[in-house]
């Protein structure tokens, strides 16, 4: 028996959420899907989450909403995790006393407990507490319940990425890359079982620069007084990555890259 996981790259804008609505129905006859997980730190405006875009998400099928650095940008983050204590998720590693949770049990559809770790990198990023170190304690938790763990490591650095996916192979079913938007051409699963793909890349607008308008953009990196930038609109797109998992241990059978256009 097998699990089937389908997960969406940082979805930007609410544009990118329209871009969910329209496609997991396909998705759905295409695929068989037993979880659907999004990274979802982009959706407010590029930044952030608030209760509006949470509901809906939740309404059109996504079961997990992972976050990144981006998580806290909006005052009401807040009530975002009281609503959803279970099923919203930030990176684990950030200190003591930041709100919400970094990992979770939730069930799939065909009854299987799947556990989700959400961890951030340190390299071009934040200073925050070490995710080899969090993730360590948390498996140690996690694996006597359910071998089926996904986590999202979101991280700008390929390094670092790929350091941390090999660090846990054979301990987790799958390693999601998010952050930068792009998606990379390394989709595989790793010698012991691990799925990975060191950026599962975005889902919204891809006219722009990683679903932001261009020109705003553009001039943002010219004169670099002012951050100002607007979103892109165009060439609708969702990535994500779809993967299979053996119930039983835990390993990863298949793994492909998801990329569909919304017509
Ligand atoms: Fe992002
Ligand atoms: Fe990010």
């Not at 999004?38 to 992972?66: H, P, Q, Y």
């Not at 006393?97 to 299987?112: F, I, R």
């Not at 930038?229 to 998801?258: C, P, T, Y």
Request: glycine share 8%; aromatic share 6%; with cysteine.
């Amino acid at each position: 028996m097998t699990t089937k996981i389908l997960f969406i790259g940082d979805i930007v804008n609410h544009l990118g959420i329209t871009v969910v609505e329209k496609l997991l129905p396909k998705l759905h006859q295409e695929l068989e899907m037993d979880l659907v997980i999004a990274n979802a730190e982009n959706v407010n405006n590029g930044r952030g989450i608030t209760l509006k875009e949470a509901d809906r998400l939740f309404e059109i099928g996504v079961n997990v909403l992972t976050g990144g650095n981006h998580t806290w940008d909006k005052e009401k983050i807040g009530l975002v995790f009281e609503k959803y204590p279970n099923t919203v998720l930030r990176p684990a590693n950030y200190p003591e006393g930041a709100s919400g949770k970094g990992y979770t049990l939730v069930p799939a559809k065909n009854g299987e407990t799947i556990a989700v770790i959400n961890t951030q990198g340190r390299l071009f990023m934040q200073a925050i507490d070490c995710p080899f170190q969090v993730t360590d304690r948390l498996l140690k938790e996690i694996q006597p319940i359910t071998p089926l763990i996904v986590i999202d490591f979101h991280a700008e650095a390929t390094a670092e990425k790929i350091a941390y996916a090999h660090a846990y192979d054979g301990k987790v079913s799958a390693v999601m890359g998010t952050h930068t938007h792009v998606p990379t051409a390394d989709t595989c699963i790793l010698p012991n079982g691990t799925a990975f793909q060191c950026d599962v890349g975005m889902t919204g607008a891809h006219d722009g620069v990683i679903g932001m308008e261009l020109e705003s953009v553009i001039q943002a990196f010219r004169i670099p007084t002012r951050m100002q930038m607007n979103s892109a609109q165009g060439d609708l797109r969702l990535n994500g990555v779809w993967i299979e998992i053996e119930n039983q241990s835990g390993k990863a059978l298949h793994i492909q890259r998801i990329e569909r256009k919304v017509k």
